[in-house]
């Protein structure tokens, strides 16, 4: 559904991306590993395009060519981010959050029934609908954040470490929705995580990022038993 | 007493001009976070735009004066003529240079501004023009027997009304809350499917078409209109901006009628010499003891 191919990324003179390969099959969860500076957040940034990639990369989704294309235009086809540290419109109510996630969307008819499949995974949304999202503790902007990507509905929905700064319970909770959304909406992700553990155990394939290129690949079970990966990602001495 | 009145209603219609002017700076500052230096002169060619079109109406600049609907006509006129310079002036001047620092964009805006103004003086000619009388201003006398002229009157009401339907924009319609949602963070709406440049372009359009209203307004109360008229005005609403909080949207308002009311009480009771220093005052003690403005809050530094 997604391949990215030989993508390389410059911040002015620092090379964040060295040419890296990804693929993420249709219905899957792929999952993308790496320590802090890796390349992570760069790699989701140049998908969804709000990065410059570099001359020879190439970005397809679902067979088109979208490097480089303007942002909106790859969410209308289907392709929706929650970007790293949830970026909330702090000065929105949450309904309003929700209506910006829906910016695109044509069907008016089955917003009623997405808000209801949202407020019915994340209940506490509903009890915040007219709060300013600023207003929001981290753990129910993350879950705004997904829920306001979802409301585009995305067939590729792109999320950039949805643990960060979440509390240990929370982002249990947080990766089994992850797995809901991903089963009963057939919503294909592909997921960026430094808690590796986590991202691990639900994904059914991984990338290993480390400084702009990717060092390691297999099926999630592979890499979560691979004794570098236990090493360098799991905490294990 | 009547006097402290007439002054407070004078100073309240010309505050609601120089709001509606202020407005724009604000939502402009808003979305792009600089200041459009060329805001004023649109103001400038809102009033030309009525004056040229009440003689298109043919109606007579000495005396004549016309109907509600007509001048209510003449008002959407303008509106359309400004919202479309305005989007112009996004397009060529300031789209291009989206990815330069800001300073590159203030001094375009700088030469944009002097372009209309000399530009204008080259069309319009540099003599005064007197403004059609698009409506006969009646005394109106109130219980307390303060005089109010209906002019200043329909001024205010008519720049109520507009700010309304602004706040519905922008509290209520999908566009006007995108609007919100690119001030506070472009990347993530542009994350979200909003396309960055359409908001802006809309932006121009309102924030150009209220510049307009007030050209009309303005030449309506004091129908001596030049093209270097946009100057003081639009550095009043500037001013008036910065007083409410560059950026917030009920800031300008108000902060257009605060510096209207305070004008056109020093004119009255002090003298008509420091009219114009005023809002010059203002702006330094705003920025010695609030930067934020009234009603701004501090804008965290985007890391
Ligand atoms: N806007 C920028 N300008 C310059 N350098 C940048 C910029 N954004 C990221 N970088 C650099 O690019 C590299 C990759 O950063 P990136 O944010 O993609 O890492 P990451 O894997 O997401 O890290 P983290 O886990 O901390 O979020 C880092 O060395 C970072 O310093
Ligand atoms: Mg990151």
Redesign the pocket.
């Known amino acids: 559904m997604l391949r990215v191919e030989n993508l390389t990324?410059n911040?002015?003179a620092?090379n964040?991306?060295k040419g890296i390969t990804i693929n993420v099959p249709e219905k899957s969860i792929i999952t993308l590993i790496?320590?802090?500076?890796?390349?992570?957040?760069?790699?989701l940034?140049a998908i969804s395009s709000v990065?410059k990639s570099a001359g020879g990369s190439r970005i397809y989704y679902e067979d088109k060519d979208i490097t480089n294309l303007p942002p909106h235009k790859i969410v209308e086809m289907g392709l929706c981010q929650v970007p790293?540290g949830r970026l909330i419109f702090a000065n929105l109510t949450v309904k309003e959050n929700l209506d910006m996630g829906a910016y695109l969307r044509k069907d008016k008819q089955n917003l009623k029934n997405d808000l209801d499949f949202i407020f019915n995974i994340f209940p506490r949304l509903k009890e915040r609908i007219k709060q300013p999202g600023g207003t929001l503790s981290g753990g129910e902007q993350q879950m705004l954040a997904i829920s306001r990507a979802l409301m585009s509905k995305p067939k590729l929905l792109l999320l950039?470490?949805p643990s960060?700064g979440i509390a240990p319970i929370l982002v249990r909770t947080i990766f089994e929705k992850i797995v809901e959304i991903n089963k009963s909406l057939g919503t294909t992700i592909l997921l960026?995580e430094?808690n590796a553990h986590f991202a691990l155990s639900v994904a059914n394939f991984g990338y290993v990022?480390e400084?702009?290129n990717i060092i390691l690949e297999g099926p999630a079970k592979e890499l979560e038993a691979n004794p570098e990966v236990r090493k360098a990602y799991l905490g294990e001495a | 007493m009547t006097e402290f009145i007439q002054q407070l209603f004078n100073g309240l219609s010309l505050g609601s001009i120089y709001a509606l002017i202020a407005l724009g700076y604000t939502m402009i500052y808003g979305i792009l976070r600089f200041i459009n230096f060329a805001h004023g002169d649109v103001f400038m060619i809102g009033a030309f735009s009525g004056y040229y079109l009440g003689i298109v109406f043919a109606f007579s600049t000495s005396g004549g004066f016309t109907s509600l609907a007509l001048a209510f006509l003449i008002l959407i006129g303008a509106m359309a003529i400004c919202s479309v310079l305005g989007l112009v002036i996004e397009k060529l001047a300031y789209k291009p240079l989206r990815k330069s620092p800001k300073l590159t964009i203030l001094i375009t805006a700088i030469g944009v501004s002097l372009f209309l103004e000399y530009t204008g003086q080259l069309v319009f000619g540099a003599d005064p023009k007197s403004f059609p009388t698009l409506l006969e201003n009646k005394p109106i006398v109130n219980l307390s027997g303060a005089v109010i002229g209906s002019n200043p009157l329909v001024v205010l009401i008519t720049a109520a009304i507009l700010m309304l339907v602004l706040r519905m924009i922008v509290m209520k319609t999908k566009i006007g809350t995108a609007m919100r949602a690119v001030s506070f963070n472009p990347t993530a709406a542009s994350l979200m499917g909003i396309n960055i440049n359409a908001v802006i372009s809309f932006t121009f359009i309102i924030g150009s078409s209220l510049a307009g209203a007030a050209g009309i307004l303005y030449g309506l109360n004091y129908p001596s209109i030049d093209p270097l008229m946009g100057i003081l005005p639009g550095i009043k609403a500037f001013v008036a901006a910065v007083l409410g909080g560059i950026g917030n949207i009920p800031g300008a308002a108000l902060g257009g009628m605060i510096i209207g009311i305070i004008e056109t009480f020093v004119t009255g009771y002090i003298s008509p010499t420091f009219r114009d220093a005023i809002a010059f005052g203002i702006l330094i003690l705003i920025l010695l003891f609030k930067p934020t403005g009234l009603l701004g809050k501090k804008e965290v530094e985007k890391v």
């Open positions: 990324v911040y002015g620092i964040a991306l790496g320590a802090n500076g890796a390349g992570k957040t760069t790699t940034r990065v790293e950039d470490e960060l960026v430094q990022l400084t702009g």
